[in-house]
């Protein structure tokens, strides 16, 4: 699976941005697929995931509330909608695949795409 996340940006505090993820190379529906982010001196983090079909998604603690996984896989891509932002959401933010449910707990996945970057200011 090819990916590549688009729709970052610089926003102010309190803006919205949303991410896409365009997947190609594979069926997308078949791949389970979420979102991580890495600030700068920090290690890649969990953000969020969500089920082949859509209906199941997970949320790291820091965005629960703030942000929402969804996909299309008629498009076969996947978003991020992300509310609320605070300047600790700044990162890059990368979209991954993988064959089996990610999670906050998932220490590899299969596929990743290249990062988007967001930066909030304060």
């Known amino acids: 699976v090819q990916l590549q996340a688009s729709g970052g940006g610089l926003v102010q505090a309190g803006a919205s941005l949303r991410l896409s993820c365009a997947a190609s190379g594979r069926t997308f529906g078949s791949v389970y697929m979420g979102w991580f982010r890495q600030a700068p001196g920090k290690e890649r983090e969990f953000v969020a995931a969500i089920s082949r079909g859509g209906i199941t998604t997970r949320y790291a603690d820091s965005v629960l509330g703030r942000f929402a996984i969804s996909r299309d896989n008629s498009k076969d891509t996947m978003y991020l909608q992300m509310n609320n932002l605070k300047p600790e959401d700044t990162a890059v933010y990368y979209c991954?695949?993988?064959?089996?449910?990610?999670?906050?707990?998932?220490?590899?996945?299969?596929?990743w795409g290249k990062g988007t970057q967001v930066t909030v200011s304060s």
């Open positions: 991954a695949a993988d064959t089996s449910f990610i999670s906050s707990t998932t220490s590899s996945v299969d596929f």
